[in-house]
């Protein structure tokens, strides 16, 4: 404590050191531990118990940074519980998929009630006390209900807190920087507001408190606890830096979220390594043990900070990171991970809660809980790797998404298309900028096409245009199955392009969900192309997938039963080939792979024929159907699609010197 303190709060120091501190680093120091390391180690893992901040220690013995003076930085914010916080993560879920996501969804529902701020590690327990000072001081008039005034702007949407409650609020954020700066060791500054857009809902903080410390150690700021609390307009944001075009969509969404759901409020104090600030976060997906000695080890679950300026030396498919777990730095591969949001990584480590039916003394103890952000409730003990990855699977649904292939060129120019575009001696050429660029070769020629076209111009650039939704929607495709067509080939290619997974995910081919041979003219299997022929062309089809139906079983001219039996089977083999938490598999197929790849998911029997013509007849290019299974209840449910549909206009040939003639 500094010289210049009151007896008071001397006693009160020696007291929490003595009852928490102390029981938690002491165990730490007769394992072994310096006091510096067992220090920064409580202080990552939320002061909860020895076994965490041992784990902790065990995980970075290799860890270059453990010895830096490096403090956390912290934050402090009011978060809704209840009924009010489940309206807003619904929103938050419609947002991300309706709108993409923005920068609202990195981090959990909350009001700002200070910039992130360091603080010594051994001086942490101070800053509990500091909060739970302050609640106690404005229990007694925190408001019942807090109102929430909706504000809608081109890149901002969110909830203002205006009048009496909103002082009272401010009151405590004063209040708490003021005691935390007593008992960590320094008298407050007068309360300021960085003006780092936050009236406009600008993301936390962002380190704008990190000027205070010297991380070579031997600065003085490094024993100053500044904290600013944030003293302007108090809001809750919803959605931040999106698109222009998304705001009204945005505005519907939010006007379902009613401030009047019921609402406990809890003041919750985070903590995050601020050396990761402006690093983008991935998660593991899956176990990976290194290859060569630059490599890290991945487990799922846990999270790997990227920085996107450092890449130079990783290849394509691989980046650098630093692992959280243990502080290493490494080569690992990307397909192995997703991106996390910015608040993943953050550590939870006390809670108060404004109840006045609550003893308010009672409020700290118990009160750590787990890392999950936005789960505001305390947890008695902390939880194992295990049940985390379980609760991880149980979030991720594994989902189907059966996508029609793009605009095929005879679509445009009939059925004499091929005659159109080949010379006399059998060579392509462009008739017109609607047709591709090229073909692929084939054996048996250019009159190979003739029964399996190709995708128009077009139809190109509808399927880059649906990769390019996806990817901005966020979803994650783990696998792709695609009719041996060729246009569905191509559609599944450019598609894969648009998500960067193109050398990632090899697609695998099932004869099962070709079209309704009776569809197809001639009285004999279409001449496909072979796997060879695929991957001669530059299409990275899996040569391994054994599928369910070979090519040589498609039969001319079969009966709908045998079409919707054999759909159906294929199916069932594509989903059981992957795993319970696959995320999405795309299958692409053709119009009516919509109907009959899905009902049988549903457990749907077949439509009448008759009715199942009519309907493929409305299916447009790219088309799509998604259906999320629901592991608890063993079904699966259509839900809408990640992404809209595409629709665009006819647009006729033209020739000019008619229309000059004519004139």
Not at 325 to 332: D, S, W
Not at 362 to 389: T, V, Y
Not at 504 to 531: H, S
Request: net charge neutral; proline share 7%; hydrophobic share 35%.
């Amino acid at each position: 404590m500094a010289a210049g303190e009151t007896q008071v709060y001397a006693k009160v120091n020696s007291k929490l050191k003595a009852r928490s501190a102390a029981s938690l680093l002491d165990p730490l120091l007769v394992m072994g531990f310096p006091a510096h390391t067992a220090l920064k180690a409580l202080a990552a893992t939320g002061r909860k118990t020895v076994e965490e901040a041992a784990d902790w220690l065990r995980c970075h013995c290799n860890d270059p940074s453990l010895d830096d003076p490096i403090p956390q930085e912290y934050g402090l914010f009011l978060c809704p519980t209840g009924s009010l916080l489940e309206k807003l993560q619904e929103f938050w879920r419609e947002s991300r998929r309706q709108c993409t996501k923005n920068r609202a969804h990195e981090v959990f529902p909350h009001i700002t009630l200070c910039d992130f701020f360091t603080c010594e590690d051994q001086k942490v327990e101070c800053l509990y006390e500091a909060l739970k000072r302050a609640g106690d001081k404005v229990l007694g008039s925190f408001p019942p209900a807090v109102p929430l005034v909706l504000h809608s702007s081109v890149s901002y949407l969110g909830f203002f807190v205006n009048d009496s409650p909103a002082d009272v609020i401010r009151e405590f954020a004063m209040a708490f920087a003021t005691e935390a700066a007593t008992l960590a060791g320094r008298q407050p500054q007068p309360a300021e507001h960085t003006g780092l857009g936050q009236e406009e809902g600008a993301p936390l903080g962002g380190g704008l408190c990190s000027p205070h410390l010297d991380t070579a150690g031997g600065s003085q700021g490094r024993k100053h606890c500044t904290v600013k609390p944030c003293t302007k307009q108090l809001h809750l944001t919803l959605a931040h830096k999106f698109y222009p075009h998304h705001q009204r969509t945005l505005e519907q969404l939010a006007r379902a979220v009613h401030p009047g759901h019921s609402c406990q409020w809890t003041a919750a104090l985070y903590s995050r390594d601020m050396r990761f600030v402006h690093y983008q976060t991935l998660r593991a997906l899956f176990q990976y043990k290194p290859q060569n000695v630059d490599e890290l080890t991945l487990n799922p679950g846990e999270y790997i900070f990227v920085d996107p300026t450092q890449q130079e030396e990783a290849s394509e498919g691989w980046a650098i990171g630093i692992s959280q777990r243990t502080g290493c730095r490494g080569f690992l591969p990307e397909n192995y991970t997703e991106r996390a949001s910015e608040c993943d990584t953050w550590v939870k480590h006390r809670t108060y809660t404004f109840s006045l039916a609550v003893d308010p003394n009672h409020r700290k103890d118990g009160e750590a809980s787990s890392r999950r952000n936005g789960e505001l409730l305390p947890l008695p003990r902390p939880r194992s790797a295990g049940s985390l990855q379980a609760l991880q699977a149980a979030i991720v649904r594994r989902s189907v998404l059966v996508v029609r292939h793009g605009e095929r060129v005879d679509q445009i120019f009939g059925k004499s298309w091929l005659q159109q575009c080949s010379t006399p001696d059998g060579k392509y050429y462009r008739p017109d900028l609607n047709f591709p660029c090229s073909l692929p070769r084939r054996s048996n020629g250019i009159k190979g096409f003739e029964n399996d076209p190709p995708l128009s111009s077009c139809g190109i650039f509808q399927s880059r245009t649906a990769g390019e939704a996806l990817l901005d929607s966020g979803v994650r495709i783990t696998s792709v199955f695609t009719s041996p067509a060729l246009r569905c080939v191509q559609t599944a290619k450019h598609i894969l392009e648009e998500l960067k997974l193109e050398r990632k995910i090899k697609m695998r081919v099932e004869p099962g969900i070709f079209e309704w041979t009776k569809w197809e003219t001639g009285k004999t299997t279409p001449a496909l192309m072979t796997l060879e022929e695929l991957k001669e062309a530059n299409f990275n089809v899996s040569t391994e997938y054994r599928p369910a139906f070979p090519i040589a079983s498609l039969l001319p001219a079969e009966s709908y039963d045998d079409y919707v039996h054999r759909c159906a089977v294929s199916v069932e083999q594509i989903v059981s080939s992957c795993p319970q938490d696959a995320g999405i598999i795309l299958i692409v197929g053709h119009g009516s792979a919509l109907d009959s790849c899905t009902r049988p998911l549903l457990r749907l029997p077949p439509r009448d024929c008759a009715d199942f013509a009519q309907l493929v007849r409305k299916i447009p290019s790219l088309g799509m159907c998604f259906c999320e299974e629901n592991k608890e209840e063993g079904k699966w449910a259509l839900v809408a699609p990640p992404v809209k549909t595409l629709t665009h206009g006819s647009n006729s040939a033209f020739n000019w010197r008619n229309w000059i003639l004519g004139n």
